[in-house]
């Protein structure tokens, strides 16, 4: 027979103890608590008074066969048997028997207020109901009032928006404004970064896995400023010192920009060295160049810290790209930047049809309200912290564990065979998290090799999901 264990005790256990929750259920206390010691102790996910409808629709293996037939072939899907979600509230999920996961992914760092918030949905439906769609050659107040509460989120003279329907229609924009304000082609990236999935953001993505064989010019990546195994490890101005060589060596001396994450996500949660931004600021603005900080993961309170990710490293872009969080999950993005880089533009119509639609951008000022009046940005802090807390005590426990990082709900858990080689725990990383899985806890993963747990849920996550995450995580790993 199993004893499940109430979530707050079994964190406190683990603070308490390295030892396996097995040998914890032997602890007078909780032996009182769980009644025979040769029980095993599992973590139990924390309450929630919800009970989605009942799902009559389609089974999961006949929506997987049309999948099959009618969808692209490259789509990949998480876990041995595919996870068919019908419900969402607030972190959980909901798959079509009802049965509640914990979502510590957040539709990869999208879902930012929680899924189906009821301010959001409000928004969206009162808009949809009075007017779903017109032009921009109109005037719309969704899409100015949301432009004017963004651009006060934005530090400096960045105030002018653009707004898209996705993270790459965000870069792909910003790519060519800085090209068209500068008069220069060359752009600098980071290598492991990623950036879209069309011409120019395909071309400025670092990894291989999300780069087809077509023509992609103009963008050189430089050596990626990677704590871990980074060879000049935290130092942030070393790494930069490689800008410096591309625009000597690659360029003509004269660049349009450089584009980064402060914290690379798909990349697998890779923070940029400290001091890292401020010195290739300096270095791409002595060659011409415009800065673009890539905020579609970072942005939106997700770190904690910050509102957005570059304020960590004290620099303040040209410009920000957002997608993603902005709207809780609406195809939503946007550029922001400075009056004068925008007047770029005006050369000709920029022509976005969906962009700044009044249904999508009623649904991101609410996103932005619900950030701020739910303190959002400060749970995502505390929470976070403390969530990282956690798992680095996880590390000391657990030799697979080769490194925690990242800020808020930005962060990684990288696995490997050995914590010197670093070598990547690929399978391992898989085992877990489709026992994770099966425990009810979600998780992402990225990373080159796969061997990255990201964990990037809603901004409402509590300290009790994250007792229940971590002690999971702890069990699984007990038992490899
Ligand atoms: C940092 C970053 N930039 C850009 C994109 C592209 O966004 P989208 O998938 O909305 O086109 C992503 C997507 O994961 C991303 O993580």
Not at 104 to 132: E, W, Y
Not at 348 to 371: M, Q, R
Request: proline share 5%; hydrophobic share 40%.
């Amino acid at each position: 027979m199993l004893t499940i264990c109430a979530s707050r005790t079994s964190s406190l256990l683990f603070r308490l103890s390295r030892r396996s929750f097995t040998k914890l259920a032997q602890d007078s206390e909780a032996a009182a608590l769980h009644g025979e010691n040769d029980e095993e102790f599992l973590p139990q996910m924390p309450p929630f008074d919800y009970t989605p409808p009942p799902y009559d629709g389609p089974s999961a293996d006949e929506l997987l066969e049309k999948r099959h037939r009618h969808l692209n072939p490259c789509m990949a899907y998480f876990y041995k048997n595919p996870l068919f979600l019908v419900d969402g509230k607030m972190q959980y999920l909901f798959d079509e028997k009802g049965r509640r996961y914990l979502d510590a992914f957040g539709g990869i760092a999208t879902v930012s207020c929680g899924h189906c918030h009821p301010q959001v949905l409000d928004a969206i439906f009162n808009q949809a109901k009075r007017l779903q769609h017109t032009t921009a050659l109109y005037l719309n107040r969704p899409s100015v009032d949301f432009a004017e509460a963004l651009a006060s989120k934005c530090p400096g003279d960045l105030n002018v928006v653009f707004f898209t329907n996705s993270g790459t229609e965000a870069n792909e924009l910003a790519l060519m404004i800085a090209r068209l304000y500068t008069g220069f082609h060359d752009i600098i990236s980071l290598r492991n970064g990623y950036h879209g999935n069309a011409g120019a953001t395909m071309t400025a993505t670092g990894q291989r896995n999300y780069k087809y064989n077509v023509v992609q010019t103009g963008i050189h990546h430089a050596l990626n400023p990677d704590p871990y195994r980074g060879i000049f490890g935290t130092n942030g101005p070393k790494y930069a010192k490689d800008v410096d060589e591309i625009i000597t060596y690659g360029t003509c001396g004269r660049v349009a920009g450089f584009i980064a994450e402060a914290i690379q996500g798909v990349g697998g949660i890779y923070e940029l060295a400290p001091g890292y931004l401020s010195a290739v600021y300096a270095s791409v603005r002595k060659a011409g160049g415009l800065c673009i900080a890539d905020e579609v993961q970072s942005g939106f309170a997700r770190t904690g810290g910050h509102f957005w990710g570059f304020e960590s490293q004290g620099v303040v872009p040209d410009i920000i790209t957002m997608a993603k969080g902005i709207g809780n999950g609406l195809p939503l993005g946007a550029v922001v930047t400075t009056s004068e880089i925008a007047k770029v533009m005006t050369c000709h119509g920029y022509l976005n049809t969906f962009g700044g639609n009044p249904v999508s951008t009623a649904g991101g000022l609410a996103v932005l309200k619900v950030i701020e009046n739910e303190k959002l940005q400060q749970n995502a802090f505390t929470v976070g912290m403390y969530l990282k807390n956690q798992l680095l005590a996880l590390k000391e426990k657990h030799d697979i564990i080769g490194d925690v990082r990242g800020r808020g709900f930005l962060l990684g858990v990288e696995l490997v065979t050995d914590r010197d080689l670093k070598n990547p725990a690929t399978r391992e990383t898989l085992h877990v998290m489709e026992e994770m899985k099966d425990m009810g806890v979600l998780v992402g993963k990225g990373g080159l090799h796969g061997n990255i747990f990201r964990i990037s849920p809603p901004l409402c996550f509590t300290r009790e999901d994250a007792d229940f995450l971590v002690c999971t995580m702890d069990h699984i790993m007990s038992k490899m």
